[in-house]
């Protein structure tokens, strides 16, 4: 049979104290008082030793990285956050419809060995979304996101970057196999950078300013796609169409005056915006287009800064996929393709039927923010379904 111990007795506790336990008192007392003491004097000194490490750590950040007061340095923010998703001007529809939507038809390959680029960075005010106005760090001539480049594997890439932003920046090109701290280290404002590498790898690929922190660079619009196509061309596509996925954090909701990046929200994951080229919608308002029985190619990036892009057309399956940018082996018929922030993949379609064929990240939540378009083939009647 168990047994279990009895209540411990408290009758040590009791004041009916022996002789000298007094003396004992007094003593622990003493100790107890001391021992206080001298944890308020640690203390103390572990707080002086935080601050000074502290001031150390900013002194330095001042010191290596430029960018450090283009983003609030306290990270200590309080959740939820404010979401301006789904704000624009009142007249939305007539914005949209008045919009110019970038061009994502691929450009064509330069001819000869070697492709000269030449991207100027700059500051500028874009919409990305109806009435939505936003401070970007962008290229000259494009806004956000920047230029596509196209190649063809074996040509040699010779990339000139001009600075015309306010605070130093760079270019990271995910194609390039090139020591980063040489080709990819910062411009400062008013100067310009000249690097060459050869496109070996064939695919297609992010490009996007590596400056720290690299968080608010892309975030602020610093990205773009190179394609570098197979030495032995690809089956033959009818149109050929580019989409750079990506999201945009708001600090305001843009409309009566720009807003700019809310890094809260940026590390929080929690955009207010996400886009195909920049734009949210747009090419709802001016679907891309093809004619039944065509072969439609999409290059696509995700951008990020950090969300990946579930790439879906409704209403078909890719004949082709070449997953990761590999274009070494592409998959048939399949659904979905997850492109990875920082990735690329393309995809094949050959649609017959006339209609209007949405394409999508099908996680949801993006769609809903805007990033989602529409193929439309031929000259069908009707609406849109998604
Ligand atoms: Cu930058």
């Not at 990240?361 to 439309?376: E, M, N, P, R, T």
Request: aromatic share 8%; proline share 7%.
């Amino acid at each position: 049979m168990a047994s279990y111990p009895a209540a411990p007795s408290y009758r040590h506790a009791h004041p009916d104290r022996e002789p000298g336990s007094s003396i004992a008192f007094a003593l622990l007392a003493l100790f107890l008082g001391i021992a206080v003491a001298i944890l308020a004097i640690v203390a103390v000194v572990l707080v002086k030793t935080a601050d000074d490490a502290r001031d150390e750590a900013k002194a330095a950040a001042a010191t290596t990285d430029h960018s450090a007061d283009a983003v609030p340095a306290d990270s200590a923010v309080s959740l939820p956050l404010q979401s301006f998703a789904g704000k624009t001007g009142e007249n939305a529809e007539e914005l949209a419809m008045a919009h110019t939507a970038t061009d994502a038809v691929l450009p064509l390959v330069p001819a000869g060995d070697l492709v000269r680029v030449q991207m100027t960075l700059k500051d500028m005010v874009v919409e990305v979304a109806p009435g939505v106005k936003y401070n970007t760090w962008a290229f000259d001539g494009h806004g956000a996101p920047g230029p596509v480049v196209h190649v063809r594997e074996g040509q040699t890439v010779e990339m000139t970057l001009t600075n015309g932003g306010a605070i130093p920046h760079s270019i990271d090109f995910h194609a390039a196999r090139i020591a980063p701290n040489v080709a990819f280290r910062d411009v400062a404002p008013g100067e310009s950078f000249t690097f060459r590498f050869v496109a070996n790898d064939p695919g297609v690929y992010m490009y996007h300013c590596g400056t720290k922190p690299v968080l608010a660079h892309i975030a602020n619009g610093m990205y773009g796609a190179i394609v570098v196509d197979p030495a032995k061309p690809l089956p033959r596509a009818d149109h050929e169409y580019v989409l750079v996925a990506s999201e945009w954090y708001l600090t305001s909701d843009g409309v009566e005056e720009p807003a700019s990046l809310d890094m809260a929200k940026a590390r929080a994951m929690q955009p207010d915006w996400t886009t195909f080229n920049g734009y949210a919608n747009q090419y709802v308002t001016h679907p891309l287009t093809a004619d039944p029985g065509d072969t439609v190619r999409f290059y696509v990036v995700a951008a990020g800064p950090t969300l990946e892009t579930d790439f879906h057309v409704v209403g078909t399956i890719f004949d082709r996929a070449w997953v990761n940018g590999d274009m070494t082996q592409f998959q048939r018929g399949v659904q979905t393709v997850g492109i990875p922030a920082g990735g690329g993949a393309v995809f094949d379609v050959k649609i017959d039927e006339p209609g209007l064929y949405p394409f999508v990240s099908h996680a949801f939540a993006h769609v809903d923010l805007g990033q989602v378009g529409l193929l439309k083939v031929g000259n069908p009647k009707g609406g849109s379904t998604h």
